[in-house]
């Protein structure tokens, strides 16, 4: 079955505003990578976590290996920030990936 | 200057056609990777590669075969296309095993 759920699906925000999109494991990960599928359907590396926080300018992830989640935090979200957010975390011999969060900025 | 280049950036193919995505590196990494991506879904693992000259199975590699002629050149091939491979294909690559990877910016095939 499916080893990673990702939530909410689909996420509006209006500029400035922020939010939290959540990554939850059924099983225990060693690491988790957050990206995000740009207008042009390139994927941008935005972390890549074992354990702990980063930050990098508005963006924020954590991930947390034995309560099996990791979330990705938006704060004052921009129009340049839309797209499909997706998390990714080896899980023995594979690497699973969340069906994707589509991000939508309006003004 | 991207590391994990991808040509073509998208194509066109009757069903039945021979269709080959390419995928070049200069990570200097082992690993390397394709994945398809369908709409609303996330990424599917087709084929892998840790070393040139072998590539492993991912979970769905029926009608597709992989080509790793060199540490920074990996091939995905399809004999004979069909209209359920129509997708968006990324390559990637990886230094180790379940370490972060870098991705290509993807090929858009569509199979008619």
């Known amino acids: 079955g499916d080893q990673v759920e990702q939530s909410p699906s689909a996420l509006s925000l209006h500029e400035g505003t922020g939010s939290a999109l959540r990554c939850n494991f059924t099983?225990?990960?060693?690491?988790v990578q957050w990206f995000r599928k740009n207008s042009r359907g390139s994927l941008i590396n935005l972390f890549y976590?074992?354990?702990g926080t980063k930050e990098n300018g508005r963006l924020k992830s954590a991930f947390d290996s034995k309560e099996r989640y990791s979330t990705l935090h938006i704060r004052d979200a921009q129009l340049e920030d839309s797209g499909t957010y997706f998390c990714?975390?080896?899980?023995?011999?594979?690497?699973?990936f969340g069906s994707g969060t589509r991000l939508l900025v309006s003004p | 200057e991207a590391a994990v280049t991808q040509s073509p950036r998208s194509k066109v193919a009757v069903t039945g056609g021979k269709v080959t995505l390419s995928c070049h590196q200069t990570?200097?990494?082992?690993?390397m990777y394709w994945y398809r991506q369908d709409t609303g879904h996330g990424l599917r693992l087709i084929h892998y590669?840790?070393?040139?000259?072998?590539?492993e199975k991912g979970d769905i590699p029926d009608g597709y075969k992989a080509s790793r002629p060199s540490q920074e050149n990996f091939s995905l091939i399809l004999e004979l296309a069909s209209l359920s491979q129509t997708a968006v294909y990324f390559c990637?690559?990886?230094?180790?095993?379940?370490?972060?990877?870098?991705f290509g910016p993807g090929t858009r095939l569509t199979v008619l």
């Open positions: 990637a690559s990886s230094r180790d095993w379940g370490v972060e990877q870098y």
């Open positions: 099983t225990t990960m060693r690491a």
């Open positions: 976590l074992a354990s």
């Open positions: 990714a975390a080896p899980g023995g011999y594979k690497v699973v």
């Open positions: 990570n200097n990494h082992d690993y």
């Open positions: 590669s840790y070393v040139a000259d072998s590539t």
